[in-house]
């Protein structure tokens, strides 16, 4: 990806227009903008937080599967800031700050995800 793209929002319309519905993926590089998110199991809500400053994307890592006939994405990251400190969280979205290198494989067939109740997520429906 290039500087000024959004991860998120790029991977899914990849995954639509190539008809992928499983797989995975990782990447390397760097971001200028992140929301990430944290879920807490005791209120069965995610927090968030906005990071506007350049971050070294250290690994990133998600996973493709589908719900309600669309495509789904689960990705973690980790950013590096200035000081060498690590940020990590689940990848709401990202801003690229210079490039972005997505490996991603797909896989044959195909994995719902069905929301739980109980622990409150959209899981793999297997």
Known sequence: MEKG????ENIKKFCTANNI??????AIG???EAELAH?????KKYSSKNFNRPLEITNLT?????????VYLHCHITLSDEEMRAIAGH?????????????LITLDGE???KYDNFIGL?????
């Open 39 to 43: 879920y807490t199991v005791d209120n």
């Open 62 to 70: 998600g996973n493709i599967t589908n719900m309600n006939n669309e």
């Open 91 to 103: 990848l709401v979205e990202g801003r690229v700050a210079t490039t972005c290198e997505i490996v």
């Open 111 to 113: 994995i719902n995800r």
């Open 5 to 8: 793209e959004k991860i998120i």
């Open 30 to 32: 760097a971001l200028d």
């Open 122 to 126: 959209n899981l793999l429906n297997m």
């Open 21 to 26: 519905k499983l797989g995975y993926f990782f």
